[in-house]
């Protein structure tokens, strides 16, 4: 199975955007679903958003619609999370998940594999 690495993570003031991206290695990426996942001090690990193989469906939480966006690169083994006017709320430990289920899975449980994850605070 591949091995995933996130990268990009940063202190930013509230407002910013921030990319974070993921790197493959050692498996084959595009046969892997994508998804990302975020956990704040205290509390559980939540859904960020997914996207497909191809790259041509995504699912996001509700309450990041418009400000998030995944994409992904097959060719580069990388997927990506460009995130948008942040919030302090935002801040969190962010983690890239792969998945070999059939749909856009929201579950951590669906996931077969994990990032170590890369730390994102925004500050008021």
């Known amino acids: 199975q591949v091995h995933l690495v996130d990268s990009g993570g940063g202190l930013v003031q509230a407002g910013a955007s921030l990319t974070l991206s993921c790197e493959a290695s050692?498996?084959?990426?595009?046969?892997?679903?994508m998804g990302w996942f975020r956990q704040a001090p205290g509390k559980e690990r939540e859904f960020v958003g997914a996207?497909?193989?191809?790259?041509?469906?995504?699912a996001y939480a509700e309450s990041l619609k418009g400000r998030f966006t995944i994409s992904r690169d097959n060719a580069e083994n990388t997927v990506r999370l460009q995130m948008n006017s942040l919030k302090p709320e935002d801040t969190a430990v962010y983690y890239c998940?792969?998945?070999?289920?059939?749909?856009?899975?929201?579950?951590?449980?669906?996931?077969?594999?994990w990032g170590q994850g890369t730390q994102v605070t925004v500050s008021s």
């Open positions: 050692g498996g084959t990426f595009s046969s892997y679903v």
């Open positions: 996207i497909s193989r191809s790259g041509g469906d995504t």
């Open positions: 998940a792969g998945s070999t289920w059939w749909t856009l899975p929201r579950d951590t449980i669906r996931y077969n594999v």
